[in-house]
């Protein structure tokens, strides 16, 4: 069975910095792209990050840009996404979604999420 | 980037009838749409890609058509358990990848 769980959420004030993690199995991690997508309380659905698999290509969001960082090890099964600078603004529930192959902006599954909360 | 906007904010339907959301596209995405269901405290679920095929697991109530800037997902027959909030995604068109702005499902 395909699983993601992630960990690593918590309370941050702002200005402040939390890595999150994300601990694939049930698939070969290494051979899918992965991705982080936010969801706001009581908002929709955000896409923030995406890593290739074999971390050749990254992409972000413009509203995280040069402030997060999403990495890989695949010898871990572990996605990760460092996060810096936090703002308000960032207070969400993180998923990580596997890509699908071919089609790496179709997310499918995803990790049950970890709540960011950024407040001082 | 390309705008999803998803209508009717809210649909109320009854147990037992059709439900029939929408999604537009602000540019054509081809047939690179899918739809997510997500229940109350739960991570979403892939229900459709393509615009038109099931993901695995699926039931067959659960029905996508459109292509280019119109998309429609159908639900048959509503179970107690189709009540959620739906959100259409392109991937065609990427970075970034986007969603609608989701429409809630209820109970009338």
């Known amino acids: 069975e395909v699983q993601l769980v992630e960990s690593g959420g918590g309370l941050v004030k702002p200005g402040g910095s939390l890595r999150l993690s994300c601990a694939a199995s049930?698939?070969?991690?290494?051979?899918?792209?992965m991705n982080w997508v936010r969801q706001a309380p009581g908002k929709g659905l955000e896409w923030v990050s995406s890593i290739s698999s074999s971390s050749s290509y990254i992409y972000y969001a413009d509203s995280v840009k040069g402030r997060f960082t999403i990495s890989r090890d695949n010898a871990k099964n572990s996605l990760y996404l460092q996060m810096n600078s936090l703002r308000a603004e960032d207070t969400a529930v993180y998923y990580c979604?596997?890509?699908?192959?071919?089609?790496?902006?179709?997310?499918?599954?995803w990790g049950q999420g970890t709540l960011v909360t950024v407040s001082s | 980037e390309i705008v999803m906007t998803q209508s009717p904010a809210t649909l109320s339907v009854s147990p037992g009838e059709r439900a029939t959301l929408s999604c537009r596209a602000s540019q054509s995405v081809s047939s690179n749409l899918a739809w997510y269901q997500q229940k109350p405290g739960q991570a979403p679920r892939l229900l459709i890609y393509?615009?038109?095929t099931r993901a695995t697991g699926i039931p067959a109530r659960f029905s996508g058509s459109g292509s280019g800037t119109e998309f429609t997902l159908t639900i048959s027959s509503l179970q107690s358990e189709d009540f959620a909030v739906y959100y259409c995604q392109q991937y065609n068109n990427w970075p970034p990848s986007t969603f609608g702005q989701g429409t809630k499902l209820e109970i009338k």
């Open positions: 393509g615009a038109s």
């Open positions: 049930g698939f070969t991690f290494s051979s899918y792209s």
């Open positions: 979604a596997r890509g699908r192959q071919y089609y790496h902006f179709l997310f499918d599954p």
